[in-house]
């Protein structure tokens, strides 16, 4: 592929083509494409960007020969798979699904522009649910270091003679001359380490080591996406009180909020690996006849680790986005003394818990119930609570306006469920997801633990294990399958008695063609298929409720007898027993399987191209609002693309004063919308926006509806010059914005035709494919609707420099 240097658009130095009256810029979907493929063409040019994001054009567009063919729009292609699908280190963020998960919540609240201390008090919760995660996140891995390996594990003969690595931590493990030579290397045939405060010690680099890898990469993401700067706006640039909040300048400029958000996430999880590292000493130390001088300083470091949590928790409460400006500030002292003195605890708790303890010997297990359990009962508060707040946004919010249910269309009215404008599970998304977060969070930390554990002990049973919450906590996943189950089989009952009643309308809408019933069933089933999408709230609302009930009854098995489920069933009735022992002993293989079933889609994704690419479509959705919540979350690519086309508009458009056609496919059509509020209100005048197979109201208008609500539609259709929508019945994605016409021509067009033919045609004399969510720009209507799009910016709009004499 040619490629050029950055040129500055409208100049005409070099030899280049003079810039066209008219412009078309393509935005690609999920899953990314190639500049080729949207341009229809194997020579093409970068005109501006970089291998990370870049616009490009047509080889022979650029070049003054090809300039004087010119029939139409010039168009441009702007490619920016590369910022979610790029190298394969971007398969590692799977492992940060809870992160991104918690940082939806915080977008998906209701519309109060009226109520701007609940929404505060919205994003308040979230960020204090982020915060959780954390610390599960980072007491997890202090489970598995301090507490399996160097608590039980090292802390018994026969569970170290199986792991040679653990023989220095165990002189009297040192068998064979293997491991004696290993221990000798290390220096420790002395027993040096056989103290259970210094195995701790040396075990609490794992967990601090991987909070400081999250600060790295939170770092060096913040780096390449939240600091670019987005276009200055002038004085009249100012933004409807009534419209999107994705028009004000700083929307996408986080800068400064993830800054501080790192800083105190870090400082929270070394904190958390601080007292898990401290606890066991101090309480030690506070026995009875303890040592006088470290029973002081138990209490002293115990302060300043509580201390140290409420600034923690301080700084996570401070005000969170500024969007009404473009924030350049940092608050650079919070975000070093913070992090710093965190990590001067840690290291504090480390030389205090590796002091010299005769007589201390590790046993059990460690204190890590009333922590799990403290996190369980947090999160659930905190839930709780959000969902309150939102539900009080909800009733209190503005009426959305009317919306088009019917589609002028040949071929009848939508049958999918109308209208979609309704925010999903009435307000209750935003606490839902929160929820999904935290208990996903929980799963994968217990998945690691118990695989952990068992990895360890193997099938001698010579350790006690991880603690009882998590056990509960795997206990309560077999339940949790079997309602999915039950809901997986209402949903597929419905599909079919939807594809049965499609099966009429597909003959209804060939008259007059012989019947293939093979064909027949196959439209019906696609559209049943997709229609699938519009039942994403009933799947949420169950599985979040689910999941709420279980989790309050794992929480409570966990503090009323401090025993497994097979346990605390043992004076039950002998069904109940068997329940309670089938449910730990299948919950525990299947946290297991599921989290070894993640590991393994990771690595793959790490070697294969296709599968990092599957990882990519995931990241697409999920990692296109900022990150308000969570700093370690995955990064958000909006905050480079909403610039780039933001920039390349205004720019081409200021020099040439053409007309410019924005047209978006997929999660393209959400970038361009998001591009379009960012322009100043005479920009965007001058520009037609063109979506298809978009998401902009089926997806974002119900999940997130104070961003892409019906008034926020309906602002952005006022404020552009015009605007065509395209979808098919058959789109799992896509589908009409269903906003009203107020006397001008609907933005939807009627629903294409998905296949073109329904049998062998002279035009298509082969069968023709069902295309669902691809291929919009081989159907003639494309065309059609580019057209119209700019006859009417011709009809609305002066003509462009250089076509009028000034």
Request: charged share 20%; glycine share 12%.
């Amino acid at each position: 592929m040619e490629r050029a240097q950055e040129r500055p658009g409208g100049a005409e130095a070099g030899g280049r083509a003079p810039e066209p009256a008219d412009l078309e810029l393509l935005v690609h979907g999920v899953g990314g494409t190639t500049p080729e493929e949207m341009l229809g063409d194997a020579r093409t040019v970068r005109v501006t960007g970089d291998d990370t994001a870049a616009v490009f054009r047509r080889a022979e567009d650029v070049s003054p020969a090809g300039a004087a063919s010119r029939g139409g729009p010039v168009r441009e292609a702007y490619v920016w798979c590369n910022l979610t699908s790029g190298d394969a280190s971007r398969a590692l963020w799977l492992l940060l699904l809870p992160f991104m998960v918690v940082n939806l919540a915080h977008w998906m609240r209701p519309a109060a522009p009226a109520r701007p201390r609940a929404v505060r008090l919205y994003g308040l919760l979230v960020r204090l649910a982020a915060l959780t995660l954390t610390v599960l996140l980072v007491a997890a891995a202090c489970e598995v270091a301090l507490d399996l390996v160097a608590w039980q594990c090292a802390g018994v003969r026969a569970c170290a003679q199986r792991h040679f690595w653990l023989a220095f931590l165990t002189p009297d493990a040192a068998e064979g001359p293997g491991v004696r030579r290993w221990a000798e290397l290390l220096g420790t045939s002395g027993g040096w380490w056989a103290q259970p405060g210094r195995r701790l010690a040396l075990a609490a680099s794992a967990p601090g080591g991987l909070i400081l890898l999250l600060w790295y990469l939170s770092h060096r993401t913040w780096r390449a996406y939240e600091s670019h700067r987005p276009l200055v706006q002038g004085p009249d640039a100012a933004p409807d009180p009534g419209g999107s909040a994705l028009a004000r300048p700083g929307f996408w400029y986080g800068r400064r909020l993830v800054a501080r958000l790192r800083a105190a996430h870090t400082a929270a999880g070394l904190l958390t690996v601080a007292a898990a590292l401290a606890t066991p000493a101090v309480r030690f130390d506070h026995r009875p006849g303890g040592p006088g001088a470290l029973h002081v300083l138990g209490w002293l470091l115990t302060a300043c680790l509580l201390a140290g949590a409420g600034t923690t928790v301080a700084a996570v409460c401070r005000r969170g986005r500024d969007e009404h400006r473009v924030d350049q500030r940092l608050d650079r002292h919070l975000g070093r003394r913070l992090p710093l003195g965190a990590l001067a605890l840690l290291l504090l708790a480390a030389l205090y818990t590796g002091w010299s303890r005769p007589g201390w010997h590790s046993a059990g297990r460690l204190p890590g119930d009333p922590a799990f359990g403290g996190l369980m009962l947090a999160q659930g508060a905190l839930v709780v609570a959000l969902g309150v707040v939102a539900w009080a946004m909800y009733r209190n919010g503005l009426k959305p306006p009317p919306v088009d249910t019917e589609t002028d269309s040949d071929s009848g009215p939508d049958p999918r469920p109308a209208p979609l404008s309704t925010p999903a599970a009435h307000g209750l998304g935003g606490p839902a997801t929160a929820l999904l977060a935290c208990g996903l969070g929980g799963v994968m930390s217990g998945g690691v633990a118990q695989r952990m554990a068992d990895w360890l002990d193997g099938t001698g049973a010579v350790i006690s294990g991880p603690p009882v919450s998590l056990t509960w906590q795997a206990s309560m996943i077999p339940p949790l399958l079997a309602v999915l189950l039950g809901l997986a089989v209402r949903l597929a009952a419905g599909t079919a008695r939807l594809a049965r009643a499609e099966r009429d309308r597909v003959r209804r809408e060939h008259p007059g063609e012989p019947e293939d019933p093979a064909r027949t069933r196959a439209i019906a089933h696609t559209r049943a298929m997709a229609a699938l999408t519009d039942r994403a709230p009933l799947v949420l609302t169950v599985l979040s409720a689910t999941t709420l009930v279980l989790g309050g009854g794992a929480l409570a098995g966990t503090l009323a007898g401090g025993r497994t489920p097979d346990g605390a069933a043992s004076g039950a009735v002998a069904a109940v027993q068997l329940a309670a022992r089938i449910s730990q002993g299948l919950g525990s293989w299947l946290v297991g399987l599921g989290f070894l079933l993640f590991v393994t889609w990771g690595r793959r994704a790490y070697k294969d191209r296709g599968a990092r690419r599957t990882v990519g479509i995931l990241w697409d959705v999920g990692t296109f609002w900022p990150r308000a919540a969570h700093p370690f979350a995955p990064p958000c690519y909006a905050e480079r693309a909403v610039p780039d086309l933001t920039w390349r508009m205004a720019t081409w458009t200021g020099s040439t004063g053409g007309r410019l056609v924005l047209s978006g496919h997929s999660q393209g059509s959400v970038l361009a919308a998001a591009a379009a509020w960012q322009l100043t209100p005479a920009t965007r005048a001058r520009i037609a926006l063109l979506t298809y197979g978009s998401p902009l109201e089926r997806l974002y208008g119900r999940w997130f509806p104070a961003h892409f609500g019906p008034a926020a539609l309906a602002g952005l259709h006022r404020d552009v010059a015009c605007w065509n929508n395209l979808y098919r019945r058959t789109d799992p994605i896509g589908g009409p914005v269903r906003l009203p016409c107020a006397g001008g021509p609907p933005v939807d067009r009627p629903p294409l035709r998905d296949p073109l033919a329904y049998g062998r045609t002279p035009e298509h004399p082969l069968p023709a494919p069902i295309l669902g969510h691809s291929g919009y720009q081989a159907d003639p209507a494309f065309a059609r609707a580019r057209a119209d799009l700019l006859t009417r910016l011709r009809t609305e709009l002066p003509a462009p420099r250089g076509e009028s004499a000034t």
